[in-house]
T-cell receptor, first 115, second 111 residues
Framework: DAGITQSPRHKVTETGTPVTLRCHQTENHRYMYWYRQDPGHGLRLIHYSYGVKDTDKGEVSDGYSVSRSKTEDFLLTLESATSSQTSVYFC??????????????FGPGTRLTVT | AQSVSQHNHHVILSEAASLELGCNYSYGGTVNLFWYVQYPGQHLQLLLKYFSGDPLVKGIKGFEAEFIKSKFSFNLRKPSVQWSDTAEYFCAIRRTGKLIFGQGTTLQVKP
């Protein structure tokens, strides 16, 4: 398994509170991604990073921000959590984003419940 | 918009039955195609991938998929499923460096 850890693994928080999820990798891969998984929607890209301090929005970025100050860490922040952000969040890493035999490796996920 | 469609949302099979899960995508250019599996309570793992060459791709655990360009399809197959194949299966395409996932298919294999 690729060296990806996510913390926390489970979190329950109240509406309106800020939440930060952490993804840590030991593979030195350049690309990192945050997805959310919801029934009937598969996985949807929230934000991704193509290098330290280089990030961009994905399909469902509203209400989320990210930061990457080191190659190994990619943080996802919910500035003011809402019940619609209750989901399972997966981090992924990739050596390259180019067209070629590069795959994304996924972390174990964080289950977030917003009450 | 580019999309990936998995037609079967929930499939129930008995052990030893054959499996085929459908996946269609809407993009007409060059695509990289993937099938991922998620066992209960676990993270996504890559089953197989297609980039170029032979359109019949073999993956782990006896799975294979066939890329049919004219049909924009990348269906997953396994000749004989086992109870341990119970999982959720996701098809994905990669365009401009990003993965676009289908909705997923839940496979339940009865012993």
């Amino acid at each position: 398994d690729a060296g990806i850890t996510q913390s926390p693994r489970h979190k329950v928080t109240e509406t309106g509170t800020p939440v930060t999820l952490r993804c840590h990798q030991t593979e030195n891969h350049r690309y990192m991604y945050w997805y959310r998984q919801d029934p009937g929607h598969g996985l949807r890209l929230i934000h991704y990073s193509y290098g330290v301090k280089d990030t961009d929005k994905g399909e469902v970025s509203d209400g989320y921000s990210v930061s990457r100050s080191k190659t190994e860490d990619f943080l996802l922040t919910l500035e003011s959590a809402t019940s619609s952000q209750t989901s399972v969040y997966f981090c992924a890493i990739s050596e390259s984003s180019g067209e070629g035999p590069y795959e994304q490796y996924f972390g174990p996920g964080t289950r977030l419940t917003v009450t | 918009a580019q999309s990936v469609s998995q037609h079967n949302h929930h499939v129930i099979l008995s052990e030893a039955a054959s499996l085929e899960l459908g996946c269609n995508y809407s993009y007409g250019g060059t695509v990289n195609l993937f099938w991922y599996v998620q066992y209960p309570g676990q993270h996504l793992q890559l089953l197989l991938k297609y980039f170029s060459g032979d359109p019949l791709v073999k993956g782990i655990k006896g799975f294979e998929a066939e890329f049919i360009k004219s049909k924009f399809s990348f269906n997953l197959r396994k000749p004989s499923v086992q109870w341990s194949d119970t999982a959720e299966y996701f098809c994905a395409i990669r365009r401009t460096g990003k993965l676009i996932f289908g909705q997923g298919t839940t496979l339940q294999v009865k012993p």
